[in-house]
């Protein structure tokens, strides 16, 4: 009784089996061909939700279901920030910003403390997930000297490709083994400044030296060898890039910042500015552009800003100005 009622339950399931398939075939053909020309050229035009011949024009379906994000996206960065499968990969964090990371509050998802009992295992987990995440000595440098770029960084006020740039160099350097004998600290402090430089938003050796937690020598000595050993293409800083950052904080006009790009391009073209500081130049057009727009700055107010000495500043100051008359008597 029993084998009979599982033959015939096996048959029927069968049965069912073959009209399902013969159901969908003829679904199938009547989809992939148009009921009015019998043409099979059909188009889906997922902006209007239809599906038209591409022969006749006729609409063989409408009001189709949309399989895509219910959100718009303009570039690549709008793409990234609205997908809802996680952060995007980084190379400002050792492990790209794959792992888990647990947070430091010792709160619920409701915002609510937790008791003592489950701080501790909380406090546990954390120190098993870091152990975890780094489990070389080579993602512990790397983790070290990230950290030491996203914090000078942070210090100097660059911006998120600047720190992306830096992160590439650095881990370029700790694969091809540049970093026996010398320190994570200089490395890290040394690809963010031609990180900056490569980015067109340079910053001084002084500045790069004040939160660094190495000293200028140190700094320019592992500078020139990583960009020797990795071929990096940096061109010499310009005095112009130096000038918004300046004219910004001094408060000073629009009309100002243009007439100190203005002494620093007849500069260049009197030769004024080969063999000399980037940063004293563009200090000193800041100062000399301040004067001549009859805007209230001094040196002493500039050399703060640009970290450069009251000496340098007169000094190019009075070389700009030359530079000006010779060019208007030309």
């Known amino acids: 009784m029993t084998e009979s009622v599982r033959r015939f339950t096996?048959?029927?399931a069968?049965?069912?089996?073959s009209e399902e398939r013969e159901?969908?075939?003829?679904?199938?053909?009547?989809?992939?061909?148009?009921?009015?020309?019998?043409?099979?050229n059909l188009i889906s035009d997922t902006e209007h939700g239809e599906t038209v011949c591409d022969e006749c024009g006729l609409v063989v379906q409408e009001d189709e279901i949309d399989h895509g994000p219910e959100w718009r996206a303009f570039n690549s960065a709008e793409k990234d920030s609205k997908s809802r499968v996680g952060a995007p990969t980084t190379n400002m964090m050792h492990d790209k910003g794959l792992s888990t990371n647990i947070g430091w509050q010792n709160k619920d998802a409701y915002g609510r403390s937790l008791s003592s009992r489950q701080r501790e295992k909380m406090q546990r987990l954390r120190t098993w997930n870091e152990r975890f995440r780094t489990r070389d000595s080579k993602e512990r440098n790397l983790k070290q000297a990230l950290g030491e770029i996203d914090r000078m960084a942070s210090a100097l006020g660059l911006p998120d490709n600047v720190r992306e740039?830096?992160?590439?160099?650095?881990?370029?350097?700790?694969?091809?083994?540049?970093?026996?004998?010398?320190?994570?600290?200089?490395?890290?402090?040394?690809?963010l400044y031609a990180s900056a430089r490569m980015a067109g938003t340079p910053r001084s050796l002084d500045e790069i030296t004040n939160v660094?937690?190495?000293?200028?020598?140190?700094?320019?000595r592992t500078y020139r060898y990583v960009v020797r050993e990795l071929k990096l293409e940096i061109k010499p800083a310009d005095p112009v890039q130096y000038v918004p950052r300046f004219a910004s904080e001094l408060d000073l006009s629009e009309e100002s910042e243009r007439r100190a790009r203005q002494l620093l391009e007849n500069a260049?073209?009197?030769?004024?500015?080969?063999?000399?500081?980037?940063?004293?130049?563009?200090?000193?057009?800041?100062?000399?552009?301040?004067?001549?727009?009859?805007?209230?700055?001094?040196?002493?107010?500039v050399s703060d800003v640009a970290n450069i000495s009251e000496v340098t500043i007169r000094?190019?100051?009075?070389?700009?100005?030359e530079a000006e008359e010779q060019f208007e008597m030309s």
């Open 10 to 12: 096996t048959g029927n």
């Open 14 to 17: 069968r049965v069912r089996e």
């Open 23 to 40: 159901s969908n075939e003829r679904e199938e053909g009547e989809t992939l061909a148009c009921p009015e020309c019998g043409s099979s």
């Open 165 to 191: 740039t830096a992160s590439v160099i650095y881990r370029r350097a700790l694969n091809d083994d540049l970093l026996p004998g010398r320190s994570i600290e200089g490395v890290a402090t040394s690809a």
């Open 212 to 220: 660094s937690r190495v000293d200028k020598d140190e700094i320019a």
């Open 268 to 301: 260049k073209k009197q030769s004024i500015h080969s063999g000399k500081s980037p940063v004293g130049l563009a200090a000193a057009a800041v100062y000399a552009a301040g004067l001549l727009t009859n805007e209230k700055v001094t040196q002493n107010e």
């Open 315 to 321: 000094n190019r100051y009075h070389e700009l100005l």
